[in-house]
């Protein structure tokens, strides 16, 4: 897994971090957070881990609340980007969490969107309903995120599937981004075609144009 | 010299009955010791409830026709484990054990309590001399003498215990089903499970119309089968193909408790339980409803997950009193607990470790109930709480939310000693 550390710095002995999970980070990096939405089974988990582990998992499991990733991405003027993903559970159950944050009114508690500064908002070309969804999705990101600029794209998973299983093309998928005045992107987690690394760059330039070194630097 | 002695006595007496008291009490608000129906959960829960201001959600009235029916049903079963009530109160009347005049004293104080609830006499199981070595429970046989009541036998139940924290994994398959069916309380003999039985057939004939909530429903199942451990290749066959058994057990359920319906996570638990139970698909039926039942488990999967809510608040209280510094560094930095602990509640740990590990807390929740998932939650973050104070807000969540789990499993910090639990 790509992690955010930066070299330069001496590294800390690892006694007090045996499983490595910490990486330390220079003022230097800067930190976005991305939500990964959409329908359940849409394939969001796998999406998340082709970018980052470079894999298609057959053998996934269905996400249960919210998991986390983190990787690092390199710009070409040498700068970088560490984006922390959400992989959201896409069950409708779980979506009722996130107005509950709200109503417990508890600084301790917030919800899944806040901060965020992108969403990556997915349907899959196999299922026609979870298009439709994606209006849903997008109002919850207006209801419960906080950062006004925040960056939308959607995208439509499962591009590799054969034309007889295909229910919503490229056009339509497109047409539907264009209405809605957002990036649109086709990926396959499933192959290896680069259509992930793509969402991805393409995410972390715009995220690093929009936003300022501090808002970059700002807590979860 | 005399009244000295006497006002000793009578202050020994009265702790006595006080401990006595505490113990009962502790057993009532601890619902951690057995598994339980709804109705002996609503008599604590407006206890509890009534000191915690916890709203009670009501119950959503869809599908009207067949949740009458299924009601109806459901009421002939509830009496399944009515005698949830009888390990509460652990003592009757009738019950010759009196070793010693501390313990006649210590009965009195539970029997005013009893006095109060209605007790089913014909249902009591009554456990005098069962000794056993504690290196070999016979479950087989257990089951079959009907040990359900183990919980207040001060002999086996120490046994049971010692036995499921060892893990009862190594059993022959027939055993470990026995040991689960009486940590559950399920018996197969009785009429109640004939009529979960029958239910169960019932449900797999049930054809959902088109369009309807029972499809949409079935079509969020369906799209999990194939996300069920599924490099163990268990249930491979088309989800609506009428065979395949992890679908037919969640449709079976989403009918049978059409306030859930279904609720990702649920299919882990389901899984494993089907794992568990080859042969007997009703059983696992029976057996999956019953683990729901544990605390009110089911509280987990409706909407809102108000049991979620619940359980929170007690990690963070104990966060709050025992690891303050961790707790104002979460604070600090906004890490939301609620969606990171949602898994190890919702799937009781299964998507987050190795299957073997799975079954083995499982069959621990099974024993202790909801306190067995909190106590190790607690327990993690006791564990971890060094390097978590050296993360910042980002690492925080990619380790509690995901990392924790596998590295406790990892440096033998996950599977509590049997004297940790309560």
Redesign the interface.
């Known amino acids: 897994m790509g992690n955010c550390n930066k070299k330069g710095k001496p590294s800390r002995p690892s006694v007090?971090?045996?499983?490595n999970?910490?990486?330390d980070?220079e003022n230097k990096v800067s930190?976005a957070k991305v939500v990964l939405i959409g329908n359940?089974?849409v394939g969001k988990t796998s999406i998340a881990q082709r970018f980052i582990e470079g894999k298609f998992d057959?053998?996934?499991?269905?996400?249960?609340?919210?998991?986390?990733?983190?990787k690092n991405i390199s710009f070409k003027d040498g700068s970088s980007l560490?984006l922390?993903i959400w992989d959201?559970?896409g069950?409708?159950?779980?979506q009722?969490?996130a107005p509950?944050?709200y109503r417990?009114k508890s600084?301790?508690?917030?919800?899944?969107f806040?901060n965020a500064h992108a969403a990556v908002v997915c349907y899959s070309v196999t299922d026609d309903d979870s298009l439709k969804q994606i209006d849903t999705w997008l109002n919850k990101l207006d209801e419960h995120g906080n950062i006004a600029k925040m960056i939308k794209v959607v995208v439509g998973n499962k591009s590799d599937v054969d034309k007889s299983e295909r229910r919503v093309d490229l056009k339509e998928g497109k047409l539907f981004a264009q209405q809605r005045d957002l990036p649109f992107f086709e990926t396959s987690a499933l192959l290896n075609d680069g259509s992930i690394d793509e969402l991805f760059q393409k995410l972390a330039s715009q995220i690093k144009q929009s936003f300022t070194k501090e808002e970059l630097h700002a807590?979860? | 010299m005399e009244a000295q002695i006497q006002s000793i006595e009578a202050a020994a007496q009265h702790q006595q009955t006080s401990l006595i008291q505490s113990k009962i009490n502790q057993l009532k608000n601890s619902q951690s010791l057995v598994p339980f129906s709804d109705e002996d959960f609503v008599m604590i829960q407006k206890e509890i409830n009534s000191s915690l201001n916890v709203p009670i959600p009501e119950k959503k009235q869809d599908f009207k026709a067949f949740k009458s029916r299924v009601d109806q049903i459901q009421s002939k079963i509830s009496n399944f484990s009515s005698n949830f009530i009888k390990r509460i109160f652990p003592f009757k009347k009738q019950q010759p054990i009196q070793q010693s005049d501390q313990v006649t004293q210590g009965q009195q104080g539970e029997r005013q309590q009893s006095q109060h609830v209605k007790l089913d006499q014909n249902g009591f199981i009554f456990i005098d001399d069962y000794q056993n070595e504690l290196s070999k429970l016979d479950w087989i046989q257990l089951y079959k003498m009907k040990k359900f009541a183990f919980t207040q036998d001060r002999e086996l139940y120490p046994q049971v215990k010692y036995q499921v924290f060892q893990g009862l994994s190594s059993l022959p398959s027939q055993d470990r089903q026995a040991a689960w069916l009486l940590l559950l309380g399920i018996d197969t003999k009785s009429e109640q499970y004939r009529t979960y039985q029958e239910l169960y057939y019932d449900f797999l004939c049930t054809q959902c119309e088109r369009g309807s909530e029972q499809e949409y429903i079935e079509n969020?199942i369906d799209?999990?089968i194939h996300?069920?451990?599924?490099?163990q290749k268990m249930f491979t066959e088309h989800p609506k193909s009428g065979r395949n058994r992890l679908f037919n057990l969640l449709k079976a359920y989403s009918l049978y408790d059409t306030d859930v319906g279904y609720?990702?996570?649920m299919?882990?638990i389901a899984w494993l339980v089907l794992k568990n139970f080859g042969e007997d698909d009703a059983l696992a039926f029976a057996v999956f409803a019953r683990i729901l039942k544990i605390n009110e488990w089911k509280r987990l999967?409706i909407?809102?997950?108000p049991k979620l809510?619940e359980m929170i608040p007690v990690i963070?209280s104990f966060l709050m009193k025992r690891l303050p510094k961790l707790d104002q560094k979460?604070?600090e930095?906004?890490?939301?607990?609620?969606?990171?602990?949602?898994?190890p509640f919702?799937?009781i740990f299964a998507?987050l470790i190795e299957i073997e590990d799975a079954e083995r807390a499982l069959e621990r929740f099974m024993l202790l109930g909801e306190n067995y998932v909190i106590d190790t939650l607690k327990n993690m973050f006791t564990v971890h709480k060094?390097?978590l104070m050296?993360?910042?807000?980002?690492?925080l969540?990619?380790?509690i939310?995901?990392?924790m789990f596998q590295?406790s499993i990892?440096?033998g910090t996950f599977f509590l000693s049997h004297t940790h639990h309560k």
């Not at chain 1, 600084?107 to 899944?112: A, D, S």
């Not at chain 2, 996300?227 to 490099?231: K, L």
């Not at chain 2, 930095?333 to 898994?343: G, K, S």
């Open positions: 007090r971090d045996p499983i999970i910490r990486g980070k930190y359940s089974g057959e053998n996934n499991k269905n996400t249960v609340g919210a998991s986390y990733f983190q560490c922390y959201t559970a069950g409708e159950k779980f009722a969490l509950l944050y417990v600084k301790y508690i917030i919800n899944i806040q807590t979860v | 969020l799209k999990d996300r069920t451990f599924a490099e609720m990702q996570g299919n882990f999967y909407q809102d997950t809510f963070k979460l604070t930095n906004q890490v939301p607990l609620e969606p990171l602990l949602a898994a919702i799937t998507n060094e390097i050296e993360m910042d807000a980002w690492d969540q990619v380790f939310g995901r990392k590295a990892e440096n």
